[in-house]
């Protein structure tokens, strides 16, 4: 046996979680600690179907067919790229997500201010109690003006801001949205912020001047329209039954026409053609469509046909490539949001920013880790007028983290997925560290089929769709 072996220290080789892809008749290896995907070689495919021998043993074989020197090579690649264990990377890799309480603190950059806890509409989903929460009412200027000066102390060094406007339905208190914007111009000048503002809207009260008043201070517009007219008043109508349909073409046509305003669909039973859905709103103008389940209302026989809209809408995208339409791909936020996600790598600690540089301010000035929180009591994690604001922001950040989610450890898709939002597996379990089971087998069916769409993207189309 030569020094080279000799010198190696005998131990079982053993690897850290990966998942292998082939497309086109070529292997790929995604690493499940770092979320880099990469083609591999005859030699790492050898090496990886090595389990259970020893490092010696692996390094013997593989001399027979491959350069000895480069066979050790690579191994030792390998362990620095966390694909081999070592007692080293094993260590760091479980040090991931484990939050220290003297680090510096959280800083945030983002806001939502619930303007207006009661709504126009009587939407069948909706997961805030008619827009209420549990707690009906208007915020003040008293609490609007907190909040901003809040989000300012708490940013810190970072300079860009963003504050969103929610509800309820936000327009039912537009004055406090004007005086808002106001006092943040105001502020911007004074600590040299710069502020963007954003609002998810029903579109049903938009007037000629609320749009003036968008277009002046760039507001990001998103309004909530499930697909077709009998899809959406079917699930979004008023409170005496009328469909809110034709009031938001209306209401909204100028900004379509502009591309100034995106659309949030809804997915319900009535209709789980996704693609469907999304050519619909295309045609309608909106700037970006992203589909999201109303997760109770489905049935197991409405996930499993949910996982397939979801494979054909990912094909849909790469007709759309091929076909060079790039506008209307990029419109396609749920398949493009993951695909950006594999683009960028890095592991994930959490499934967003969700109470670590975001929350939301409800009408009496709790503060919750998001909108979606807003109404659950038990989730808050402090108050603007409390001494201590943020007092269970760490305990939520820390209770948040992926390595602390219940089935998770084991899952190859666990970085791109995140763990499931908070709120919906709260909502579900009553628990934010258990996954919603049902939508976990969609999730890693989506993500399987947007990995084999990302391997087979040219470097131009690469450069169109995230700008590199």
């Known amino acids: 046996m030569s020094n080279l072996i000799q010198d190696k220290e005998d131990k079982i080789i053993d690897f850290l979680p990966y ?15 770092t979320n880099a995907i990469f083609e591999i070689d005859s030699m790492i495919i050898d090496i990886l179907n090595s389990k259970g021998k020893s490092e010696n043993q692996v390094i013997e074989d ?29 260590s760091e890799v479980e040090k991931i997500g484990i939050l220290n309480k003297s680090q510096k603190a959280f800083r945030l950059s983002s806001l939502t201010l619930f303007m207006v806890q009661e709504c126009n509409l009587r939407c069948t989903y909706c997961y805030g109690e008619e827009g209420e929460y549990n707690q009906k009412g208007k915020m003040t200027s008293e609490i609007a003006k907190a909040a901003v000066d809040f989000l300012i102390q708490q940013s810190g060094e970072m300079e860009e801001l963003n504050i969103t406007f929610f509800g309820g339905e936000p327009l039912l208190n537009f004055p406090l949205i004007q005086e808002t914007v106001h006092y943040v111009n105001e502020q911007s000048q004074i600590h040299h912020k710069k502020f963007s503002f954003s609002i998810t809207t029903n579109g049903t009260l938009i007037t000629p001047k609320i749009k003036s008043f968008f277009y002046k201070h760039h507001f990001g517009v998103q309004t909530s329209i499930d697909g077709d007219e009998k899809t959406h008043n079917f699930n979004r109508f008023f409170k005496g039954g009328q469909g809110s349909y034709d009031l938001l073409l209306k209401r909204t046509e100028e900004m379509r026409n502009d591309h100034k305003i995106g659309a949030r669909g809804t997915v319900t039973p009535i209709e789980l053609d996704l693609y469907k859905s999304f050519d619909h709103l295309v045609k309608l103008g909106f700037r970006k469509i992203y589909l999201s389940p109303a997760l109770y209302s489905l049935s197991d026989e409405h996930y499993d046909i949910l996982s397939k809209e979801m494979v054909k809408l990912v094909d849909r995208f790469q007709e759309l490539l091929e076909n060079e339409d790039y506008a209307t ?13 594999i683009h960028s790598g890095g592991p994930r600690i959490h499934f967003c920013g969700a109470g670590t540089n975001a929350v939301a301010v409800d009408v009496r000035g709790n503060l919750f880790p998001c909108h979606r929180f807003v109404g659950e009591d038990e989730c808050s994690i402090g108050n603007l007028f409390d001494e201590d604001k943020l007092s269970r922001q760490y305990d939520f950040i820390e209770n948040s983290t992926i390595r602390n989610r219940t089935t998770c450890s084991n899952c190859w898709a666990k970085n791109l997925c995140g763990g499931g939002c908070h709120q919906e597996n709260f909502a579900e379990n009553g628990n934010i ?11 890693k069916k989506f993500i399987t089929s947007t990995i084999n769409l990302y391997l087979k993207l040219t470097q131009e189309q690469r450069s169109i769709l995230f700008g590199q």
Do not use: H, R, W
Not at 20 to 32: H, I, Q, T
Not at 72 to 81: F, L, P, S
């Open 433 to 443: 560290n258990q996954p919603v089971s049902k939508l976990c087998k969609v999730t």
């Open 62 to 90: 593989l001399s027979k067919c491959y350069e000895l020197s480069k066979v050790g090579e690579v191994i030792q690649n390998m362990k620095e790229a966390y694909i081999i264990a070592t007692d080293t990377n094993k």
């Open 329 to 341: 791909a990029k419109k396609m936020s749920n398949v493009l949001s993951m695909l950006s996600k």
């Open 19 to 33: 998942k292998l892809f082939e497309v086109d008749s070529k292997y790929y290896f995604y690493n499940v600690i």
